[in-house]
């Protein structure tokens, strides 16, 4: 392969020439792409300034799930999914639980953690003895970055020295907590690491009884696990209200196999990462709706599932004395100010319809789009299967690729409730409709 230098340098025309060259029919290609651009030059230059190499943008469907109540207050949740079903069944269970008192939702912990990884030659006793010292130090040394944090209420909370040499020899870690308000504080928090990086070594070159040589510092960054900044959402209702759960079987049974579900996934790996799939099928899109960062979010999760030293699921379920509770923990560590919440228009508009959330209420929401989601799927998956309302989607994109009109796509539906649906079935199905 011929390597390109300077490709980032080109023209987006340019960079869209080169990059269909291979397909067979470049220009037609070429002006696909453009056709994506956003109409509008400002929004175009927008999106196109948010990453590199920009030759065209994605839609994915905008959604909306409505019927969510959360803490007693009713929410339409803002969604963006590519998977046809998900919007469908948080809607359902939002539904079905808006009739059962909603989510209840709390979080416990807000504080984001990074670490500065370090090497350590000098004596470790000695580093310990003077981290009183250092944490008074690297307080004042990063001032500048975190004056207009704690303007906001928030800043460092606390600096941890971990001794890691366990791991590799003379391997130490800073470990901090930050308090970063409504913002996701990934900027704030790394400039600020950079700074201790700086700072320790200032330190050590300030006191006579250390050898600024003995330090070595390796990375300053984030952590993506959040096990401080965790949110809990549950639903609960007596045994006899889920009589309405399914039509498939009474409350009992019902209760019987779904609590049979989640036991599973609390122990078994296979099924404990598709369980939590699912859960992240509702966070996820809440996530890309509201433009933060899914990746950090999902990285975290499944660090936090993986906590006791087995995978398990995210979401817990119980029945005592007649009472049934489904629950979900996980970190969620969110923004509402900051990135791009309030540059993507569409993220805008999501925090609007959302009510202008603070980052606490938008790691609720997001946990209970996870906690309904995986709510429908599990009852589908223990009652009808999930295939059943799959194909009712499946068929529902048929039917618009095929063109049929409003009255035809009734007559399908109708058919396809006793039949098999497939794409020939369901053509052939049409074609025989219009021949009358
Ligand atoms: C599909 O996107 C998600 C499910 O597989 C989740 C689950 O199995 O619990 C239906």
């Given at each position: 392969m011929k390597i390109l230098k300077g490709f980032s340098k080109l023209s987006a025309q340019e960079k869209r020439r080169l990059a269909v060259s291979s397909c067979p029919d470049p220009e037609a290609a070429a002006r696909e792409l453009v056709s994506f651009l956003h109409p509008d030059q400002d929004v175009r230059e927008l999106l196109e300034g948010i990453s590199e190499n920009t030759i065209s943008t994605y839609p994915l469907p905008y959604n909306v799930a409505p019927n969510f109540i959360i803490n007693g207050h009713p929410y339409m949740v803002p969604m963006v999914t590519e998977e046809s079903s998900?919007?469908?069944?948080?809607?359902?269970?939002a539904r079905f639980w808006a009739g059962r008192g909603g989510f209840r939702a709390e979080v416990k912990d807000d504080a984001k953690a990074g670490q500065l990884h370090f090497l350590f030659t000098g004596d470790p006793a000695q580093l310990k003895d003077e981290m009183a010292g250092i944490d008074t130090w690297l307080r004042h040394y990063t001032k500048p970055v975190t004056q207009n944090m704690e303007k906001r209420g928030g800043g460092i909370r606390q600096i941890t020295l971990k001794d890691r040499t366990h791991i590799l020899d003379?391997?130490?870690?800073?470990?901090?907590d930050f308090d970063t308000r409504d913002a996701m504080g990934a900027n704030f928090i790394n400039s600020c690491l950079e700074e201790f990086s700086e700072g320790l070594k200032a330190f050590l070159r300030e006191k006579d009884d250390f050898d600024e040589r003995d330090y070595e510092p390796l990375m300053a960054i984030l952590s993506n696990y959040n096990d401080r900044c965790v949110v809990r959402v549950s639903v609960s209702c007596a045994l006899e209200d889920l009589e309405e759960a399914t039509p498939q079987m009474n409350a009992g049974e019902f209760v019987r196999r779904f609590l049979m579900a989640?036991?599973?996934?609390?122990?078994?790996?296979?099924r404990a990462t598709t369980h939590n799939k699912g859960i992240m099928n509702g966070v996820d899109a809440v996530i890309l709706a509201t433009g933060n960062d899914f990746r950090a979010i999902e990285a975290g999760a499944h660090a936090w599932a993986a906590r006791s030293g087995q995978y398990r699921s995210l979401s817990h379920a119980a029945l005592d004395d007649h009472v049934f509770t489904?629950?979900?923990?996980?970190?969620?560590a969110l923004g509402t100010i900051g990135g791009l919440t309030r540059l993507h228009p569409l993220a805008a508009r999501s925090?609007?319809?959302?009510?202008?959330?603070?980052?606490r209420e938008l790691m609720m929401i997001a946990g209970a789009a996870g906690l309904a989601n995986n709510f429908a799927a599990v009852r589908s998956l223990t009652t009808t299967g999930i295939q059943a309302g799959h194909m009712r989607m499946h068929l529902s994109n048929i039917i618009m690729q095929l063109k049929a009109t409003p009255a035809e796509a009734e007559q399908i539906k109708a058919h396809f409730r006793a039949h098999k649906v497939s794409y020939q079935a369901v053509s052939s199905y049409l074609d025989q409709l219009r021949a009358g």
């Open positions: 998900v919007v469908a069944a948080a809607s359902s269970a003379h391997y130490f870690q800073l470990h901090v989640v036991r599973i996934a609390e122990k078994d790996v296979y489904f629950s979900l923990d996980m970190p969620m925090m609007e319809i959302l009510g202008n959330p603070g980052a």
